[in-house]
């Protein structure tokens, strides 16, 4: 198991510019979710998918924001028009199907986003 | 609406002192618990988890919780605080029967002094 691997591990962009970033899950995992946190708070939920299909999205996620997964493996969330409060560090996490709802999900390291 | 409160933003122990980290939570339904560890620059790690059976529940690096469903209480617990505990700790809970996020405290800062 290699872990949940993010890319980039931060990007400095400035506001109105499109960012994509890629979440690569443990191999096995069917499962995957998106988050963002900022300083001094918990993460807070903005998509999920198992397999290709996006099956839930957080209100949180404007129209500004986008994410796939279309072959079932990695995913890719982007954030059209960055505005500064979009700065946030995003986290993606995987977890196993078999267990369902009582599985843990297992993070990546985050990509920090500052927008400037 | 779910939620889960860690009433303390932070939380000081000396070393080999023993540490409580607090969780409380809200939630309709039997709950699944979790709590996570982050250190500086580095991702969520689990640590433990309460789904069901016995109310006290062993999780890694010596760490454990106990669930208190009358107290709606899920309180992190370790016997001897060592310094490399010192991280963020955070909470969260899950609701049977819902969708599979999970909803998450603020986070507790530990810091153990030598």
């Known amino acids: 198991d290699t872990g949940v691997s993010q890319d980039p591990r931060h990007k400095i962009t400035k506001r109105g510019q499109n960012v994509t970033f890629r979440c690569d899950p443990i191999?096995?995992?069917?499962?995957l979710y998106w988050y963002r946190q900022t300083l001094g708070q918990g993460p807070e939920f903005l998509t999920y998918?198992?397999?290709?299909?996006?099956?839930?999205k957080s209100r949180l996620l404007s129209d500004r924001f986008s994410a796939e997964r279309p072959k079932g493996s990695f995913s890719t969330l982007e954030i059209q028009r960055t505005e500064q409060g979009d700065s946030a560090m995003y986290l993606c996490?995987?977890?196993?199907?078999?267990?369902?709802?009582?599985?843990?999900?297992?993070f990546g390291p985050g990509t920090r986003l500052t927008v400037l | 609406a779910q939620s889960v409160a860690q009433p303390e933003d932070q939380v000081n122990v000396a070393e080999g002192n023993p540490l409580t980290v607090k969780c409380t939570y809200s939630?309709?339904?039997?709950?699944?618990l979790f709590w996570y560890v982050q250190y500086p620059n580095r991702g969520l790690q689990f640590l433990l988890k309460?789904?069901?059976?016995d109310n006290l529940v062993k999780g890694s690096y010596g760490f454990e919780a106990e669930f208190n469903k009358s107290q709606t209480s899920f309180h992190l617990k370790k016997p001897s605080a060592l310094v490399s505990d010192s991280a963020l700790y955070f909470c969260?809970?899950?609701?049977?029967?819902?969708?599979?996020?999970?909803?998450w405290g603020a986070g507790t800062k530990l810091i153990i002094k030598p």
């Open positions: 969260a809970v899950r609701a049977p029967g819902s969708n599979y996020q999970l909803i």
């Open positions: 309460y789904i069901t059976g």
């Open positions: 998918f198992q397999n290709e299909a996006q099956l839930e």
């Open positions: 996490a995987s977890s196993r199907t078999s267990g369902g709802a009582t599985n843990e999900q297992f």
């Open positions: 939630v309709s339904g039997n709950p699944y």
């Open positions: 191999s096995e995992h069917n499962r």
